[in-house]
């Protein structure tokens, strides 16, 4: 699948976070499925912060605590973003550097235009901006239908991609996993970004003082998803695995632009 490096062993440390906060039964599905690949640390948001794409919180000092209760016992919480999560996890809050960062799983899909704005994509990317290879995993539907299947794939999917030795890094992979019992055995394919139409319209609303209230409209249907995009793969039952990058240059219009320097 990809070029080996580094000798893969089970020492590996993991740093994993979400963006749908450190309840969230998909963050706990995928620290059960990563149990035995090495030591595992946790830091996740303390609220949901779906929708907050690579932001960091500049405005405020942040707080970290480590959860109460046997089902999150050992994961730290940080008020703020899934990259704040990272980024602290990265430059201090940890005595050691990662050998992998994970994000999710999350409660939907991260497919097409989406990825810009996923904050579970953000998380598995403030890691892959320092170095270390990431894997962003959703599940493709909303409501953690078969959970345990997706988690299951997940791991399945970092065995293989561990297989041999680390890949040599940095790189980042965003996982789409469908909702069904089989999710572990489902083909794999590698895809490239689909394209959404436009949002739907904004919603407004009036708050109990008569004042106008708004809330961001649903998401355009899919434009672009055509055969090897990652909306055809999971519509045929697939798991899609997209390779991103963050190099925003639309290096083919250089040429065109250059006459302005």
Not at 12 to 38: E, S
């Amino acid at each position: 699948m990809i070029g080996n490096s580094a000798a893969y062993n089970a020492a590996m440390r993991i740093l994993i976070a979400n963006d749908d906060g450190y309840l969230a039964p998909g963050l706990h599905a995928l620290v059960r499925a990563c149990a035995g690949l090495g030591e595992i640390d946790v830091v996740a948001p303390e609220q949901n912060a779906s929708g907050t794409s690579n932001a960091l919180t500049l405005n405020r000092p942040l707080s970290v605590f480590e959860a109460s209760g046997e089902a999150v016992k050992g994961f730290r919480v940080v008020n703020g973003t899934p990259s704040d999560c990272v980024h602290i996890a990265l430059t201090g809050l940890l005595p050691h550097r990662p050998d992998l960062v994970l994000s999710g799983i999350n409660n939907g899909a991260n497919m097409g235009d989406d990825t810009l704005y996923s904050g579970t994509v953000a998380a598995a990317m403030e890691g892959y901006l320092f170095g270390i290879p990431a894997i962003a995993f959703s599940q493709v539907h909303k409501g953690w239908g078969e959970l345990d299947a997706a988690a299951a794939a997940a791991r399945a999917l970092i065995d293989r991609v561990l297989a041999g030795g680390m890949p040599a890094g940095p790189w980042l992979l965003n996982v789409n996993i469908p909702n069904v019992p089989d999710a572990m055995t489902r083909p794999r394919r590698i895809t490239r970004l689909g394209r959404r139409h436009a949002s739907q319209p904004v919603i407004r609303q009036t708050n109990p003082r008569g004042e106008p209230i708004y809330w961001i409209g649903p998401a355009g249907d899919a434009r672009d998803a055509g055969e090897g995009t990652d909306f055809h793969a999971t519509a045929q039952g697939c798991v899609s695995v997209t390779p991103l990058q963050v190099d925003l240059s639309d290096h083919a219009s250089m040429g065109r632009w250059s006459a302005l320097a």
